[in-house]
């Protein structure tokens, strides 16, 4: 290698230790006791009414999300949806699959209400949004299952779950299940159908669910191997 490759090299080095590439210390750029900013005005009261807000006044804060808005149209599930529906950054797609999906969940359920009878209609959901917070919702898995290696032989052992892997499960759940469909069917149909059937607390990722607590339930004699080494 020549003087100018050297020198080249050495520059690289250099710069990537200062943008902390290839570092050994590669670490954020805010301090753990940074704390996540409350960026919703309705939280910003209930904090300010319980005294919490002046206890916090003066600690650093650290930067809001992109898609974190204090907007009254801001939904957080909604939003995490979009994010599980995107693939190959194509965030304006998924947010017109998800908003075109309840769009048609809206007009399901207006007709739904209309042609009920009147003792039926207080139980039919009519705002979309809340027809996918109940679908995620009635979606969540409580236990799954996990393979491990005990003498030689593998046991499925029925683990809980936490609350953000059974959001995860729920949503994901959703979406394939609107993919798993015909070809004729648009993405945004099927998935609207899934969504009103789930928050109806039936269809196939309720069954889904169920059959999964139901192998849950039948391999809990394995359950103790959770805690042994």
Same mark, same amino acid.
């Given at each position: 290698m020549g003087s100018v490759g050297r020198i080249q090299s050495l520059v690289k080095r250099v710069s990537n230790r200062v943008l902390g590439i290839g570092a050994i210390r590669t670490y954020s750029v805010f301090n753990p006791y940074h704390i996540k900013p409350?960026?919703?005005?309705? &939280?910003? @009261?209930?904090?300010e009414e319980s005294g919490e807000l002046a206890k916090i006044a003066h600690v650093p804060i650290l930067p809001a999300m992109k898609a974190e808005t204090s907007s009254e149209f801001f939904d957080s599930v909604v939003d995490k949806f979009i994010n599980y529906v995107l693939r190959k950054g194509k965030k304006e797609l998924a947010r017109s699959l998800v908003e075109e999906a309840l769009e048609k969940v809206k007009r399901s359920q207006l007709e739904r209400y209309h042609k009920a009878r009147p003792e039926e209609r207080a139980n039919i959901i009519l705002s979309p949004k809340e027809v996918l917070h109940a679908a995620v919702i009635n979606c969540k898995p409580v236990m799954e299952l996990m393979t491990m290696k005990k003498g030689g032989s593998n046991y499925r052992v029925?683990?809980? #779950?936490? &609350? =953000? =892997?059974? =959001?995860? /499960?729920?949503? !994901?759940?959703?979406? $394939?299940?609107?993919?798993?469909? !015909? *070809?004729?069917?648009?993405?945004?149909? $099927? /998935? @609207?159908? &899934? /969504?009103i059937d789930a928050a109806d607390n $039936? *269809?196939? #990722? #309720?069954?889904?669910? $169920?059959?999964?607590?139901k192998?849950? &339930?039948a391999n809990r004699a394995y359950a103790h191997f959770r805690w042994s080494n």
């Amino acid at each position: 290698m020549g003087s100018v490759g050297r020198i080249q090299s050495l520059v690289k080095r250099v710069s990537n230790r200062v943008l902390g590439i290839g570092a050994i210390r590669t670490y954020s750029v805010f301090n753990p006791y940074h704390i996540k900013p409350t960026f919703r005005k309705d &939280e910003q @009261a209930r904090l300010e009414e319980s005294g919490e807000l002046a206890k916090i006044a003066h600690v650093p804060i650290l930067p809001a999300m992109k898609a974190e808005t204090s907007s009254e149209f801001f939904d957080s599930v909604v939003d995490k949806f979009i994010n599980y529906v995107l693939r190959k950054g194509k965030k304006e797609l998924a947010r017109s699959l998800v908003e075109e999906a309840l769009e048609k969940v809206k007009r399901s359920q207006l007709e739904r209400y209309h042609k009920a009878r009147p003792e039926e209609r207080a139980n039919i959901i009519l705002s979309p949004k809340e027809v996918l917070h109940a679908a995620v919702i009635n979606c969540k898995p409580v236990m799954e299952l996990m393979t491990m290696k005990k003498g030689g032989s593998n046991y499925r052992v029925p683990i809980p #779950v936490l &609350e =953000r =892997r059974q =959001r995860f /499960l729920s949503m !994901n759940w959703i979406i $394939q299940a609107a993919q798993d469909k !015909n *070809g004729r069917i648009p993405f945004s149909t $099927q /998935l @609207a159908k &899934e /969504l009103i059937d789930a928050a109806d607390n $039936q *269809g196939r #990722v #309720v069954k889904k669910k $169920q059959d999964l607590h139901k192998m849950c &339930e039948a391999n809990r004699a394995y359950a103790h191997f959770r805690w042994s080494n």
